[in-house]
């Protein structure tokens, strides 16, 4: 029998806790040289934070995931789809995207996979061009050196 093929909220809630996980880390990171109690709470974090990400971040585990996406796997593919339309956000999320979006170029898409991983391309990049608007926006307002010392701003 075929596994159940996870549903937009279960990849939504998969984020979810990966960022609650990685958020306790830094959480019991500030309270790790306390005490031996302290830092062997951090360690805890860290070290469930490690065991769960592969598995969180991608349905069926990310690291299996990507071999069977190359191996022309239908359900691999069509969940790396289903993530991309998601786009959930979390720690190393983007660099999922990209991989996962370099992948699927090359993989063997049905036409209707095809659609809509065009449109999840689409949406990504619409995103990028607001973001980035926003962001020259951002810099004619009077101080933003100022708002952001440090900031690198492109001079272009």
Request: aromatic share 10%; charged share 30%; glycine share 4%.
């Amino acid at each position: 029998m075929k596994d159940k093929a996870p549903s937009r909220g279960d990849i939504v809630a998969s984020a979810k806790r990966i960022t609650d996980l990685h958020d306790r880390i830094h959480e019991t990171f500030k309270q790790r040289d306390r005490s031996p109690e302290a830092r062997a709470e951090w360690s805890k974090a860290c070290a469930e934070f490690h065991s769960q990400y592969d598995a969180l971040a991608f349905p069926g585990g990310y690291a299996s995931a990507l071999k069977k996406i190359q191996a022309g796997d239908s359900r691999a593919i069509e969940d790396a789809v289903a993530f991309l339309e998601v786009r959930p956000y979390f720690f190393h999320s983007q660099y999922i995207r990209t991989k996962l979006t370099r992948l699927l170029k090359h993989a063997q898409l049905t036409a209707r996979q095809a659609e809509r991983f065009q449109r999840a391309l689409d949406a990504d990049k619409k995103k990028r061009a607001r973001t980035t608007y926003a962001i020259y926006a951002l810099r004619r307002t009077p101080g933003f050196g100022v708002q952001l010392p440090g900031a690198a701003v492109c001079s272009h």
